[in-house]
Protein backbone atom coordinates (compact mmCIF):
# COMPACT_ATOMS: atom_id res chain seq x y z
CA UNK A 1 0.00 0.00 0.00
CA UNK A 2 0.91 3.56 -0.87
CA UNK A 3 1.30 6.21 1.39
CA UNK A 4 -0.01 9.10 -0.58
CA UNK A 5 -3.67 8.25 0.81
CA UNK A 6 -2.79 7.98 4.09
CA UNK A 7 -6.64 8.40 5.25
CA UNK A 8 -6.32 4.05 4.47
CA UNK A 9 -4.75 2.33 6.81
CA UNK A 10 -0.99 1.05 5.84
CA UNK A 11 -1.88 -2.47 7.26
CA UNK A 12 -5.31 -3.17 5.33
CA UNK A 13 -3.11 -6.77 4.04
CA UNK A 14 -2.77 -9.18 7.09
CA UNK A 15 1.00 -9.53 7.09
CA UNK A 16 1.83 -13.37 6.35
CA UNK A 17 4.94 -14.96 7.62
CA UNK A 18 5.52 -16.59 4.95
CA UNK A 19 6.31 -15.11 1.22
CA UNK A 20 3.58 -16.66 -0.92
CA UNK A 21 5.34 -18.16 -4.01
CA UNK A 22 3.12 -17.29 -6.67
CA UNK A 23 0.95 -14.02 -6.23
CA UNK A 24 -1.88 -13.91 -8.20
CA UNK A 25 -3.39 -17.06 -10.54
CA UNK A 26 -2.79 -14.84 -14.04
CA UNK A 27 1.01 -14.43 -13.13
CA UNK A 28 1.89 -18.03 -11.77
CA UNK A 29 -0.25 -19.28 -15.05
CA UNK A 30 1.80 -16.78 -17.30
CA UNK A 31 4.86 -17.88 -15.88
CA UNK A 32 4.56 -21.12 -16.29
CA UNK A 33 3.21 -21.38 -20.14
CA UNK A 34 6.28 -18.41 -20.85
CA UNK A 35 8.67 -21.35 -19.42
CA UNK A 36 7.24 -23.82 -21.12
CA UNK A 37 7.29 -22.43 -24.70
CA UNK A 38 11.03 -21.66 -24.19
CA UNK A 39 11.27 -25.23 -23.91
CA UNK A 40 11.68 -25.77 -20.05
CA UNK A 41 10.28 -27.65 -18.14
CA UNK A 42 8.14 -25.17 -14.85
CA UNK A 43 8.78 -27.53 -12.39
CA UNK A 44 6.62 -27.48 -9.24
CA UNK A 45 9.82 -27.15 -6.61
CA UNK A 46 11.08 -23.93 -8.29
CA UNK A 47 11.27 -21.11 -6.32
CA UNK A 48 10.28 -18.03 -7.39
CA UNK A 49 12.86 -15.54 -7.70
CA UNK A 50 11.87 -13.33 -4.78
CA UNK A 51 12.80 -16.63 -2.53
CA UNK A 52 15.88 -17.33 -4.68
CA UNK A 53 17.49 -14.23 -4.54
CA UNK A 54 19.01 -14.42 -0.55
CA UNK A 55 19.90 -11.77 1.64
CA UNK A 56 22.58 -14.22 2.76
CA UNK A 57 23.90 -14.52 -0.87
CA UNK A 58 23.55 -10.69 -1.31
CA UNK A 59 25.70 -9.88 2.18
CA UNK A 60 28.28 -12.19 0.48
CA UNK A 61 29.04 -10.18 -2.40
CA UNK A 62 28.66 -6.48 0.05
CA UNK A 63 31.41 -8.52 2.22
CA UNK A 64 33.72 -9.50 -1.71
CA UNK A 65 32.89 -5.75 -2.73
CA UNK A 66 34.13 -4.33 1.06
CA UNK A 67 37.63 -5.79 1.43
CA UNK A 68 37.85 -4.78 -2.33
CA UNK A 69 37.66 -1.28 -1.26
CA UNK A 70 39.75 -1.93 1.79
CA UNK A 71 42.59 -3.34 -0.08
CA UNK A 72 42.12 -1.21 -2.86
CA UNK A 73 42.38 2.53 -1.54
CA UNK A 74 39.63 2.58 0.41
CA UNK A 75 37.01 2.92 -2.13
CA UNK A 76 35.43 1.82 -5.49
CA UNK A 77 35.34 5.61 -7.29
CA UNK A 78 35.60 5.73 -11.34
CA UNK A 79 38.34 5.51 -12.80
CA UNK A 80 40.03 3.36 -9.40
CA UNK A 81 41.51 0.61 -8.51
CA UNK A 82 38.93 -0.46 -6.53
CA UNK A 83 36.02 0.04 -8.95
CA UNK A 84 38.19 -1.83 -11.79
CA UNK A 85 38.62 -5.12 -8.89
CA UNK A 86 35.19 -4.50 -8.19
CA UNK A 87 33.99 -4.70 -12.25
CA UNK A 88 36.53 -7.96 -12.46
CA UNK A 89 34.36 -9.48 -9.64
CA UNK A 90 31.06 -8.82 -10.99
CA UNK A 91 32.79 -10.31 -14.66
CA UNK A 92 34.07 -13.56 -12.80
CA UNK A 93 30.87 -14.26 -10.80
CA UNK A 94 28.56 -13.71 -14.07
CA UNK A 95 31.22 -16.16 -16.19
CA UNK A 96 30.94 -18.52 -13.72
CA UNK A 97 26.95 -18.44 -14.23
CA UNK A 98 27.20 -18.77 -17.71
CA UNK A 99 26.97 -15.42 -18.78
CA UNK A 100 29.38 -13.67 -21.21
CA UNK A 101 29.86 -10.12 -19.66
CA UNK A 102 31.24 -7.48 -21.72
CA UNK A 103 32.37 -3.44 -21.29
CA UNK A 104 30.89 -0.49 -22.42
CA UNK A 105 33.89 2.11 -22.83
CA UNK A 106 33.28 5.77 -22.83
CA UNK A 107 35.60 9.01 -22.99
CA UNK A 108 34.08 11.28 -20.15
CA UNK A 109 35.53 15.00 -19.08
CA UNK A 110 36.42 14.26 -15.39
CA UNK A 111 36.42 17.90 -12.88
CA UNK A 112 38.39 17.41 -10.27
CA UNK A 113 39.66 19.75 -7.52
CA UNK A 114 42.95 20.09 -6.96
CA UNK A 115 42.63 22.71 -3.37
CA UNK A 116 40.01 23.75 -1.18
CA UNK A 117 37.84 26.80 -2.65
CA UNK A 118 38.37 30.52 -0.71
CA UNK A 119 35.46 32.36 -0.74
CA UNK A 120 36.14 35.81 1.72
CA UNK A 121 34.63 38.78 2.47
CA UNK A 122 37.06 41.43 1.97
CA UNK A 123 34.64 44.58 2.77
CA UNK A 124 32.89 45.87 4.47
CA UNK A 125 33.85 43.37 6.99
CA UNK A 126 36.60 40.62 6.68
CA UNK A 127 35.42 37.38 6.93
CA UNK A 128 36.00 33.75 5.83
CA UNK A 129 32.91 31.33 5.06
CA UNK A 130 33.03 27.50 5.58
CA UNK A 131 32.78 25.11 2.22
CA UNK A 132 30.30 22.73 3.13
CA UNK A 133 28.95 25.10 5.44
CA UNK A 134 28.15 28.51 3.69
CA UNK A 135 28.83 27.34 -0.07
CA UNK A 136 29.84 24.83 -2.13
CA UNK A 137 31.63 24.45 -5.25
CA UNK A 138 29.76 23.66 -8.20
CA UNK A 139 30.45 20.38 -10.17
CA UNK A 140 32.70 21.80 -13.74
CA UNK A 141 33.14 25.30 -11.79
CA UNK A 142 35.91 26.94 -14.20
CA UNK A 143 38.97 27.47 -12.33
CA UNK A 144 39.59 31.10 -11.43
CA UNK A 145 40.63 33.52 -8.96
CA UNK A 146 39.34 36.83 -8.25
CA UNK A 147 40.20 39.35 -5.65
CA UNK A 148 38.67 42.11 -3.83
CA UNK A 149 35.91 42.34 -7.00
CA UNK A 150 32.59 44.24 -6.35
CA UNK A 151 29.26 42.21 -5.91
CA UNK A 152 25.74 43.03 -8.43
CA UNK A 153 22.52 41.31 -7.36
CA UNK A 154 20.95 40.13 -10.84
CA UNK A 155 16.80 40.71 -10.85
CA UNK A 156 16.76 41.39 -7.28
CA UNK A 157 13.93 39.00 -5.44
CA UNK A 158 13.35 37.33 -8.73
CA UNK A 159 13.41 33.19 -8.98
CA UNK A 160 14.23 33.48 -12.23
CA UNK A 161 17.39 35.68 -12.25
CA UNK A 162 20.22 34.90 -14.33
CA UNK A 163 17.97 32.97 -16.95
CA UNK A 164 17.83 35.61 -19.56
CA UNK A 165 20.68 37.21 -20.90
CA UNK A 166 18.50 40.42 -21.05
CA UNK A 167 18.89 40.59 -17.43
CA UNK A 168 22.72 41.71 -17.52
CA UNK A 169 21.98 44.87 -19.90
CA UNK A 170 23.34 46.97 -17.66
CA UNK A 171 25.82 44.67 -16.08
CA UNK A 172 29.17 46.06 -14.82
CA UNK A 173 31.90 43.78 -16.39
CA UNK A 174 34.79 42.89 -13.76
CA UNK A 175 32.09 42.30 -10.94
CA UNK A 176 30.45 39.14 -9.62
CA UNK A 177 27.26 37.80 -10.18
CA UNK A 178 24.77 37.23 -7.46
CA UNK A 179 21.73 35.74 -8.18
CA UNK A 180 18.89 33.31 -6.74
CA UNK A 181 18.10 29.57 -7.64
CA UNK A 182 14.84 28.57 -9.76
CA UNK A 183 13.25 28.43 -12.72
CA UNK A 184 16.72 27.50 -15.18
CA UNK A 185 19.60 25.09 -15.09
CA UNK A 186 22.92 26.76 -12.93
CA UNK A 187 24.79 25.90 -16.15
CA UNK A 188 22.39 28.49 -17.95
CA UNK A 189 23.06 31.22 -15.16
CA UNK A 190 26.37 31.18 -15.06
CA UNK A 191 26.70 30.70 -18.55
CA UNK A 192 24.60 34.43 -18.99
CA UNK A 193 26.53 35.81 -16.39
CA UNK A 194 30.27 35.10 -18.07
CA UNK A 195 29.07 36.27 -21.20
CA UNK A 196 28.43 39.37 -19.62
CA UNK A 197 31.45 39.96 -18.40
CA UNK A 198 31.30 38.67 -15.03
CA UNK A 199 34.21 37.47 -13.31
CA UNK A 200 32.48 34.73 -10.87
CA UNK A 201 28.53 33.33 -10.50
CA UNK A 202 27.44 33.21 -7.16
CA UNK A 203 23.75 30.90 -7.21
CA UNK A 204 21.90 31.16 -3.23
CA UNK A 205 19.68 28.97 -2.53
CA UNK A 206 16.12 29.40 -1.78
CA UNK A 207 16.21 27.78 1.55
CA UNK A 208 18.54 28.51 4.52
CA UNK A 209 20.97 25.79 3.90
CA UNK A 210 23.86 25.42 1.35
CA UNK A 211 22.97 22.63 -1.56
CA UNK A 212 25.60 20.44 -4.24
CA UNK A 213 24.97 21.92 -7.89
CA UNK A 214 26.45 21.41 -11.25
CA UNK A 215 26.78 23.55 -14.52
CA UNK A 216 26.95 20.65 -16.78
CA UNK A 217 29.62 21.62 -18.91
CA UNK A 218 32.70 23.11 -17.15
CA UNK A 219 32.02 26.96 -16.70
CA UNK A 220 34.47 30.36 -18.19
CA UNK A 221 33.89 31.51 -14.79
CA UNK A 222 34.18 30.13 -10.82
CA UNK A 223 30.33 28.70 -10.17
CA UNK A 224 29.45 28.74 -6.11
CA UNK A 225 25.91 27.66 -4.58
CA UNK A 226 25.56 29.93 -1.78
CA UNK A 227 23.32 29.18 1.22
CA UNK A 228 20.21 31.00 1.41
CA UNK A 229 20.98 32.38 4.42
CA UNK A 230 24.16 34.24 3.25
CA UNK A 231 22.87 34.72 0.07
CA UNK A 232 20.48 37.13 1.45
CA UNK A 233 22.76 38.88 3.33
CA UNK A 234 25.37 39.26 0.55
CA UNK A 235 22.45 40.97 -1.59
CA UNK A 236 21.13 43.02 1.40
CA UNK A 237 24.96 44.55 1.77
CA UNK A 238 25.69 43.89 -2.34
CA UNK A 239 26.92 48.14 -2.69
CA UNK A 240 29.16 47.90 -0.06
CA UNK A 241 30.58 44.09 -0.43
CA UNK A 242 33.98 43.28 -2.24
CA UNK A 243 34.72 39.29 -2.32
CA UNK A 244 37.68 37.01 -2.90
CA UNK A 245 37.58 34.17 -4.75
CA UNK A 246 39.81 30.80 -5.55
CA UNK A 247 38.91 28.03 -7.53
CA UNK A 248 41.29 25.50 -7.71
CA UNK A 249 39.49 22.86 -10.81
CA UNK A 250 41.02 21.19 -13.90
CA UNK A 251 39.04 19.17 -16.38
CA UNK A 252 40.67 16.36 -18.10
CA UNK A 253 39.35 13.77 -20.60
CA UNK A 254 39.65 10.54 -19.08
CA UNK A 255 38.01 6.68 -19.94
CA UNK A 256 36.18 4.81 -18.05
CA UNK A 257 33.55 1.76 -18.51
CA UNK A 258 30.05 0.08 -17.38
CA UNK A 259 30.01 -3.98 -17.43
CA UNK A 260 26.76 -5.75 -18.81
CA UNK A 261 25.57 -8.63 -19.37
CA UNK A 262 22.65 -10.56 -21.26
CA UNK A 263 20.79 -13.71 -20.82
CA UNK A 264 21.56 -16.31 -23.47
CA UNK A 265 17.95 -16.56 -24.28
CA UNK A 266 14.60 -14.77 -24.26
CA UNK A 267 12.95 -12.13 -26.82
CA UNK A 268 15.99 -9.78 -27.76
CA UNK A 269 13.53 -7.26 -29.44
CA UNK A 270 11.85 -6.80 -25.78
CA UNK A 271 15.10 -6.47 -23.53
CA UNK A 272 14.15 -5.74 -19.87
CA UNK A 273 17.40 -3.86 -18.56
CA UNK A 274 18.31 -4.42 -14.70
CA UNK A 275 20.62 -2.04 -13.65
CA UNK A 276 22.85 -0.04 -10.50
CA UNK A 277 25.85 1.65 -10.14
CA UNK A 278 29.04 -0.13 -9.76
CA UNK A 279 31.13 3.27 -8.69
CA UNK A 280 31.26 4.65 -4.97
CA UNK A 281 32.23 8.12 -3.68
CA UNK A 282 35.41 8.83 -3.28
CA UNK A 283 35.24 9.18 0.52
CA UNK A 284 34.22 5.30 1.31
CA UNK A 285 33.43 1.81 0.89
CA UNK A 286 29.95 2.61 -0.82
CA UNK A 287 27.99 -0.44 0.56
CA UNK A 288 24.65 0.87 0.74
CA UNK A 289 25.51 3.39 -2.20
CA UNK A 290 25.28 1.49 -4.48
CA UNK A 291 27.02 -1.89 -3.31
CA UNK A 292 23.22 -2.99 -1.91
CA UNK A 293 22.04 -2.15 -5.50
CA UNK A 294 25.37 -4.08 -7.19
CA UNK A 295 24.85 -7.27 -4.90
CA UNK A 296 21.23 -7.34 -5.54
CA UNK A 297 21.64 -7.32 -9.29
CA UNK A 298 24.54 -9.21 -9.83
CA UNK A 299 22.66 -12.26 -7.45
CA UNK A 300 19.15 -11.33 -9.08
CA UNK A 301 21.81 -12.38 -12.21
CA UNK A 302 22.97 -15.48 -11.56
CA UNK A 303 19.54 -17.00 -9.89
CA UNK A 304 18.25 -16.26 -12.99
CA UNK A 305 20.18 -18.04 -14.94
CA UNK A 306 19.39 -21.60 -13.04
CA UNK A 307 15.88 -20.78 -14.16
CA UNK A 308 15.96 -21.49 -18.30
CA UNK A 309 15.48 -19.42 -20.53
CA UNK A 310 12.94 -16.69 -19.96
CA UNK A 311 10.20 -15.22 -21.99
CA UNK A 312 12.09 -11.79 -22.66
CA UNK A 313 15.71 -11.51 -22.76
CA UNK A 314 17.26 -9.37 -19.50
CA UNK A 315 20.18 -7.36 -19.77
CA UNK A 316 22.12 -6.97 -16.37
CA UNK A 317 23.88 -3.34 -16.28
CA UNK A 318 26.49 -2.38 -13.84
CA UNK A 319 26.89 1.55 -14.53
CA UNK A 320 30.38 3.54 -13.87
CA UNK A 321 30.85 6.86 -13.24
CA UNK A 322 27.38 7.59 -11.95
CA UNK A 323 28.58 9.80 -8.66
CA UNK A 324 30.39 12.26 -10.99
CA UNK A 325 27.06 13.02 -13.28
CA UNK A 326 25.06 9.37 -14.29
CA UNK A 327 28.44 9.33 -16.86
CA UNK A 328 28.14 5.19 -17.54
CA UNK A 329 24.45 4.95 -18.26
CA UNK A 330 24.01 8.17 -20.59
CA UNK A 331 26.98 7.46 -22.56
CA UNK A 332 25.43 3.25 -22.67
CA UNK A 333 22.05 4.68 -23.72
CA UNK A 334 23.48 8.15 -26.33
CA UNK A 335 25.67 4.68 -28.46
CA UNK A 336 22.88 2.83 -29.03
CA UNK A 337 21.25 2.99 -32.56
CA UNK A 338 17.42 3.59 -32.46
CA UNK A 339 16.75 0.05 -33.41
CA UNK A 340 18.70 -0.80 -29.97
CA UNK A 341 16.79 1.82 -27.83
CA UNK A 342 13.58 0.38 -29.62
CA UNK A 343 14.07 -3.22 -28.52
CA UNK A 344 14.45 -2.36 -24.72
CA UNK A 345 11.03 -2.37 -23.57
CA UNK A 346 11.82 -1.09 -19.90
CA UNK A 347 14.56 0.07 -17.68
CA UNK A 348 14.98 -0.88 -13.88
CA UNK A 349 16.95 0.88 -11.42
CA UNK A 350 18.24 -0.08 -7.77
CA UNK A 351 20.53 2.76 -6.29
CA UNK A 352 20.55 2.18 -2.17
CA UNK A 353 18.70 -0.69 -0.97
CA UNK A 354 19.91 -1.05 2.22
CA UNK A 355 19.79 2.36 4.39
CA UNK A 356 20.13 2.46 7.63
CA UNK A 357 16.90 4.07 8.34
CA UNK A 358 14.85 3.00 5.48
CA UNK A 359 12.07 3.46 3.67
CA UNK A 360 10.04 1.21 0.58
CA UNK A 361 10.44 3.74 -1.99
CA UNK A 362 8.57 2.46 -5.73
CA UNK A 363 10.28 4.74 -7.78
CA UNK A 364 7.21 6.88 -9.31
CA UNK A 365 6.42 5.98 -12.41
CA UNK A 366 2.87 7.76 -12.14
CA UNK A 367 4.35 10.63 -11.61
CA UNK A 368 2.09 11.50 -8.43
CA UNK A 369 4.76 13.59 -6.32
CA UNK A 370 5.61 16.97 -7.40
CA UNK A 371 9.22 17.12 -7.79
CA UNK A 372 8.51 13.56 -10.17
CA UNK A 373 9.02 14.35 -13.60
CA UNK A 374 9.99 12.60 -17.25
CA UNK A 375 8.47 9.11 -16.86
CA UNK A 376 7.08 7.78 -19.86
CA UNK A 377 4.04 6.02 -20.26
CA UNK A 378 4.30 2.29 -18.73
CA UNK A 379 6.38 3.35 -15.92
CA UNK A 380 3.37 3.69 -13.58
CA UNK A 381 2.83 -0.16 -14.52
CA UNK A 382 6.31 -1.01 -13.45
CA UNK A 383 5.56 0.80 -10.51
CA UNK A 384 2.24 -1.16 -9.55
CA UNK A 385 3.97 -4.85 -9.67
CA UNK A 386 6.40 -3.75 -7.25
CA UNK A 387 3.36 -1.85 -5.10
CA UNK A 388 1.26 -4.89 -5.30
CA UNK A 389 4.71 -7.09 -3.88
CA UNK A 390 4.34 -5.21 -0.74
CA UNK A 391 0.77 -4.85 -0.46
CA UNK A 392 0.69 -8.66 -0.41
CA UNK A 393 3.50 -8.90 2.34
CA UNK A 394 1.52 -6.59 4.46
CA UNK A 395 4.16 -3.72 3.61
CA UNK A 396 3.89 -0.37 3.19
CA UNK A 397 5.28 1.13 0.53
CA UNK A 398 5.23 4.86 -1.44
CA UNK A 399 6.44 6.79 -4.28
CA UNK A 400 10.01 7.93 -4.79
CA UNK A 401 10.25 10.83 -5.98
CA UNK A 402 11.91 10.59 -10.18
CA UNK A 403 14.04 13.37 -9.96
CA UNK A 404 16.57 12.34 -12.23
CA UNK A 405 19.80 11.31 -9.17
CA UNK A 406 20.02 8.01 -10.64
CA UNK A 407 20.80 6.04 -13.96
CA UNK A 408 17.08 6.16 -15.03
CA UNK A 409 17.11 9.35 -16.26
CA UNK A 410 18.71 8.46 -19.49
CA UNK A 411 16.50 5.75 -20.29
CA UNK A 412 13.41 7.82 -19.22
CA UNK A 413 14.87 11.04 -21.54
CA UNK A 414 14.65 8.14 -24.65
CA UNK A 415 11.50 7.44 -23.92
CA UNK A 416 11.64 3.94 -21.89
CA UNK A 417 9.41 3.10 -19.61
CA UNK A 418 11.44 2.99 -16.16
CA UNK A 419 10.94 1.85 -12.64
CA UNK A 420 13.10 0.78 -9.61
CA UNK A 421 13.29 0.66 -5.61
CA UNK A 422 14.76 2.59 -3.06
CA UNK A 423 15.40 2.77 0.22
CA UNK A 424 16.13 6.34 1.36
CA UNK A 425 19.34 8.81 0.96
CA UNK A 426 19.13 12.75 2.45
CA UNK A 427 15.60 12.70 2.87
CA UNK A 428 14.25 12.80 6.61
CA UNK A 429 11.98 10.44 7.88
CA UNK A 430 8.46 11.65 9.39
CA UNK A 431 6.61 10.07 12.16
CA UNK A 432 4.51 8.73 9.77
CA UNK A 433 6.93 6.96 8.12
CA UNK A 434 8.28 5.60 11.16
CA UNK A 435 4.66 3.94 12.11
CA UNK A 436 5.54 2.40 8.37
CA UNK A 437 8.89 1.08 8.54
CA UNK A 438 10.54 1.72 12.48
CA UNK A 439 13.50 3.54 12.67
CA UNK A 440 13.87 7.14 13.95
CA UNK A 441 12.10 10.13 12.62
CA UNK A 442 13.63 13.24 12.41
CA UNK A 443 17.07 11.57 10.97
CA UNK A 444 18.11 11.26 7.49
CA UNK A 445 17.08 7.55 5.92
CA UNK A 446 20.75 6.89 5.04
CA UNK A 447 22.61 9.21 7.92
CA UNK A 448 25.87 7.60 6.22
CA UNK A 449 24.87 9.08 2.42
CA UNK A 450 28.69 9.61 1.05
CA UNK A 451 30.43 9.43 4.09
CA UNK A 452 33.56 6.75 4.98
CA UNK A 453 30.72 5.21 7.62
CA UNK A 454 28.44 3.92 4.84
CA UNK A 455 30.12 0.12 5.77
CA UNK A 456 28.73 -3.11 6.28
CA UNK A 457 27.84 -2.03 10.10
CA UNK A 458 25.22 0.25 8.97
CA UNK A 459 23.65 -1.57 6.07
CA UNK A 460 20.18 -2.55 7.43
CA UNK A 461 19.24 -5.91 6.14
CA UNK A 462 15.54 -5.77 6.48
CA UNK A 463 15.52 -3.20 4.46
CA UNK A 464 17.91 -5.40 1.96
CA UNK A 465 15.59 -8.25 2.49
CA UNK A 466 12.20 -6.75 1.77
CA UNK A 467 13.70 -4.38 -1.61
CA UNK A 468 15.37 -7.46 -2.96
CA UNK A 469 12.15 -9.80 -2.43
CA UNK A 470 10.17 -7.06 -4.19
CA UNK A 471 12.62 -6.60 -6.98
CA UNK A 472 13.59 -10.14 -7.57
CA UNK A 473 9.57 -10.31 -7.90
CA UNK A 474 9.62 -7.15 -10.38
CA UNK A 475 12.25 -9.02 -12.52
CA UNK A 476 10.75 -12.25 -12.80
CA UNK A 477 7.27 -10.44 -14.28
CA UNK A 478 8.69 -8.49 -16.46
CA UNK A 479 11.40 -11.07 -17.89
CA UNK A 480 7.91 -13.12 -18.35
CA UNK A 481 5.49 -10.23 -19.68
CA UNK A 482 5.61 -6.97 -20.47
CA UNK A 483 2.14 -6.53 -21.92
CA UNK A 484 1.24 -3.88 -19.23
CA UNK A 485 4.42 -1.45 -19.56
CA UNK A 486 4.70 -1.63 -23.28
CA UNK A 487 1.87 -3.71 -25.17
CA UNK A 488 4.24 -6.47 -25.78
CA UNK A 489 2.49 -9.37 -25.65
CA UNK A 490 4.21 -12.63 -24.18
CA UNK A 491 3.28 -15.13 -26.68
CA UNK A 492 3.66 -14.18 -30.37
CA UNK A 493 4.43 -17.72 -32.06
CA UNK A 494 2.37 -18.55 -34.91
CA UNK A 495 -0.91 -20.57 -34.18
CA UNK A 496 -1.18 -23.24 -36.48
CA UNK A 497 -4.86 -23.88 -37.90
CA UNK A 498 -6.17 -26.56 -40.02
CA UNK A 499 -9.58 -25.73 -41.26
CA UNK A 500 -10.91 -26.31 -44.58
CA UNK A 501 -11.99 -23.06 -45.81
CA UNK A 502 -10.22 -19.86 -46.52
CA UNK A 503 -13.34 -17.36 -46.17
CA UNK A 504 -15.93 -18.83 -48.60
CA UNK A 505 -13.55 -20.83 -50.92
CA UNK A 506 -12.81 -24.51 -49.81
CA UNK A 507 -9.23 -24.84 -49.38
CA UNK A 508 -9.57 -29.23 -49.42
ZN1 LIG B 1 24.02 5.98 -5.75
Redo the contacts with the bound molecule.
Sequence with gaps: MRSSHPGKSPHGATPSPYRRRATTAGLAALLMTAATLAGAPAHADELPLSEAVTVDAIERHLANLDMIAEYNGGNRATNTPGYDVAALYIEDQLKRAGYEPYRHEYDYEAWRMNSPTVLSQVTPEKTSYEEGEHFETMSYSGAGSVRGAKVTVVSPGSTDSGCAPEQFEDFPEGHIALMQRGTCPFGDKVRNAADAGAVAGLVYNNEDEVFLGTVGEESDIPAIGVSGELGEEMASIARNLRLKIEVDSTVTTETSYSVLADTSGGKEDNVVVVGG?LDSVEDGHGIN??GSGVAFVLETALRLAEQGDPNNQVRFAFWGT??SGLIGSNEYVADRTPEEIDDIALYLNF??IGSHNYGRFVLDGRMELPESGGAPAGSGAIAKIFEDYFEEQGQVSEPGVLSGR?DYLAFMQAGIPSGGLFSGADGVKSEEQVEWYGGTAGELFDPYYHTPDDTMDNINWDSVAELSAAGAHGVEFLAANTLPVNGVVPFSAPVEVDLPRLGDAWVK
Excluded: I, V
Design positions: HDNEEDMS
